[in-house]
């Protein structure tokens, strides 16, 4: 190591979690971000279950106590940051958007020896990735959750059955209120929209589908979508690839 590129106080380590696998819960000095490869993330934090598909990741702040929750193989980077440097990212959990920068140096580096993180070209990257974090923008769910008594129903009906087609109007009917007023709660409540997050849990799903196995044709039926085309439009969307693509880079 030279003397022009001191080590970072960043780690950054590579897991793969397998489906049903059990994770006792856990909490650190310092702050971990939580970045998914290949399928979607999912921990429980404080009670919450929180999501982070393709170009997102979790951040906790330090002593965060958290379990993976993950009900599909994932393949994932974690990167452990000292207690000083988390203080210039958010001191709530939160999902941040990754960029396509952060995610070439991530991929880059999750595919060197774990022995040649310290050389001086990878450090440069490491602080390259945590310079991108401080500009992420971010949220507070990918795929947030609501006590609200209109909008917690609907939540639950998107999940039972996601091929269910209502529009805003049938959708208000069901809670006995007006478009206009299911329209604000849901912002006020999710910030965004209904249609924004049955559309983000529909990719959530899709990912899981994909990464079984199914193939494109029943993966839109099942989710609902009278065409293939449809289906795939809203994926490249949401994902920045089409689901053949994601299937490739999977087995990649």
């Known amino acids: 190591m030279d003397n022009m590129t001191p080590i970072l106080p960043i780690r950054l380590m590579s897991r793969k979690i397998v489906p049903k696998q059990d994770f006792i ?3 650190h000095d310092y702050g971990e971000l939580y970045y998914s490869l290949h399928g979607v993330m999912e921990l429980m934090i404080d009670g919450q279950h929180y999501i982070a598909p393709k170009h997102h990741c979790i951040w906790l702040p330090p002593n965060t106590w958290h379990y993976c929750i993950c009900q599909n193989e994932v393949h994932f980077l974690t990167l452990h940051i000292d207690p000083i440097w988390a203080k210039a990212l958010s001191d709530k959990v939160c999902v941040l958007t990754v960029s396509s920068l952060m995610q070439s140096v991530l991929g880059y ?7 040649r993180l310290d050389i001086p ?6 602080q390259v990735a945590y310079d991108q974090l401080l500009q992420a923008s971010s949220s507070d769910n990918y795929l947030p959750g609501s006590n609200d008594p209109m909008i917690a129903p609907i939540l639950d009906l998107f999940n039972t059955n996601l091929a269910d087609d209502k529009s805003l109007k049938q959708l208000a009917k069901i809670v006995n209120t007006t478009e206009r007023t299911l329209m604000r709660r849901a912002i006020k409540s999710l910030g965004m929209s209904l249609m924004e997050w049955k559309l983000r849990l529909r990719v959530v799903k899709a990912t899981a589908m994909l990464n079984q196995g199914f193939s494109v044709e029943r993966t839109a039926l099942e989710l609902g979508y009278s065409s293939s085309s449809a289906f795939i439009s809203m994926f490249r969307k949401l994902m920045g690839v089409t689901p053949g693509e994601f299937r490739h880079q999977r087995k990649a």
């Open 25 to 27: 819960g856990l909490s």
């Open 109 to 115: 580096l999750h595919n060197q020896p774990q022995d």
């Open 121 to 126: 070209s990878n450090q440069r990257l490491l």
